[in-house]
């Protein structure tokens, strides 16, 4: 059980951010209409959540992952998943660190949406 | 609601930190045996969580909250809580950067028991 939770979480982690840096839109399938995002404190839930990553500052990115922590979260199968990486963006020299947090909930043809998802940049 | 949402994980993280900094061992009440906490990639869950915390090898130390994010979870009345921020040890010149999240599940009795916990230090 422990062993799936991780096995789930590094999975979702690998194809969201791959998704990110080669075809941002497709994110989409990812969200559903009651899905929230706190992006840099903005909130944004459903359809907005894919218009927002979509609309962000910058064309081409490149995330790299330093750490993934999962746990099940106390909803019937779901998973808490906390990432830290660092963003690089092309027009960028200098990476930007950033911490995020998911909680994937499974639908019932047997994969995952993301209900909860929260971004912030780590300066200092 | 929102707002109701986001004042109790605001009066949560106040609460926490400042148990943290001057009575840490009540920190205990906060957690359930069901609780996990991963703290920079331990897995603990229950009372070996106030054993790990009790443990810290420091004795004094200071959050300062930089940013909290909250959302409700899709567990009915849960709360996912976001805080990023510096650590101030009394031993050390330069304060440590952190990401923590907490996913609060609400007690019968009308109070909030830590189910989720997941803290990482931010370097770079």
Redesign the interface.
Known sequence: MEEQVEMVGRAFVEHYYHLFDTDRSSLASLYHQ?S?L?FE?Q?LQGVDICAKINQLPFDKCHHFI??I?T?????AG?I?V?V?G?LRLMCEEHPL?F?Q?F?L?PTPQGSFYV??D?F?L???
């Open positions: 009651s929230m706190t404190g909130k330093s750490t922590d746990q099940p979260s106390s909803f779901g808490t906390f830290s660092s660190r911490s947090m909680h909930i209900q909860n929260i912030r780590n300066y200092g």
